[in-house]
């Protein structure tokens, strides 16, 4: 059954493109999903169906219908994975840079779900439904690096439970913007979807949730610095965020990082170099680290050297 939402207007949204407003306020839905709904006549007001160009009115009452989703099937693949470890509750994965997660919008292939379901099968948990079977954590679609899936969900569970009360070590390396003057610091500042634009993430203190990231310098090169990142939260974008928050955004990130993007890098120079957890069945401490990729070691060969980006 397609679902009814009814969703009041406020004074700051008065004036506004219904499109914008209605993507700015119902969660989760990114604005072309909006506009698909406004078109095929989904919203209403006092029974007139409105268009997406219609300017919001101070106080009114909008009916949202959202048709029901369509199922979607996930194929598996024959991808190759870089397999760091594996048993038969849970394997730990190196995701090249490019490689997205799980299936979403615009990206139904070539995941790394589509090569987990080719190389597990069956044995995956079911924690996270159809589209993201044994995903426990996840990186950015341009952050390589270290990730563990669970092949059932006790191994699901208890490594969920580990992330929620912070004791999954996460360590990442990242190549920032600028000379961090302090040798190492904490940013402990709550993260939510960024007012002004849906589709990014922002340190904000409106519907947001705790987020600290500790970092420490590695090396210098003036206009660089490589940095360590560990993490106390897991929040969409964190270390990203925060980096730029202090001024230091990742270098080659074209959302958070400066309008002139390093294309060279494809993406932030960000690494998942470290995870650490205590294995749900066995309770043994498991800890795991991985090389720094071609396109991270050549970018630091390349600013030691002083060279132009």
Do not use: W
Request: glycine fraction near 10%; hydrophobic fraction near 35%.
């Amino acid at each position: 059954m397609p679902e009814i939402l009814t969703v009041a207007i406020t004074t700051e949204y008065a004036g506004e493109r219904l499109d914008k407003t209605l993507a700015a306020l119902l969660e989760g839905m990114t604005r072309s999903a909006v506009q698909k709904i406004i078109d095929d006549g989904g919203v209403t007001c006092d029974g007139k169906v409105l268009t997406k160009k219609d300017k919001c009115r101070d106080g009114a009452q909008l009916t949202v219908i959202i048709p029901d989703a369509k199922p979607l099937e996930v194929t598996a693949e024959a991808i190759q994975l870089d397999i760091v470890y594996e048993d038969g509750d849970l394997l730990v994965v190196n995701k090249p840079k490019g490689m997205v997660v799980h299936p979403a919008n615009g990206n139904y292939e070539g995941t790394l779900v589509n090569a987990l379901l080719h190389h597990c099968g069956d044995s995956l948990s079911g924690i996270n439904g159809v589209i993201r079977p044994g995903i426990v954590h996840r990186i950015d679609k341009n952050t390589s690096g270290l990730l563990v899936v669970a092949k059932n969900d006790l191994a699901h569970v208890g490594l969920a439970a580990q992330i929620k009360n912070h004791s999954f070590t996460r360590a990442y390396e990242a190549v920032v913007y600028g000379n961090v003057k302090e040798d190492r610091g904490t940013v402990s500042q709550p993260i939510g979807r960024n007012p002004k634009d849906r589709k990014k993430m922002a340190v904000t203190f409106k519907n947001s949730k705790a987020a600290t990231t500790h970092y420490e310098v590695l090396t210098r090169y003036g206009d660089f610095t490589h940095v360590r990142c560990t993490l106390e939260t897991g929040r969409t974008h964190q270390i990203r965020v925060h980096l730029a928050y202090i001024g230091h955004p990742v270098a080659g990130d074209d959302v958070y990082g400066p309008k002139k993007v390093i294309r060279e890098l494809n993406g932030q120079c960000l690494h998942a170099k470290q995870i650490g957890f205590v294995h749900p069945r066995t309770g043994e401490y498991l800890e795991f680290e991985s090389e720094l990729p071609a396109y991270f070691t050549q970018f630091l060969r390349r600013i030691s050297h002083g060279k132009n980006v």
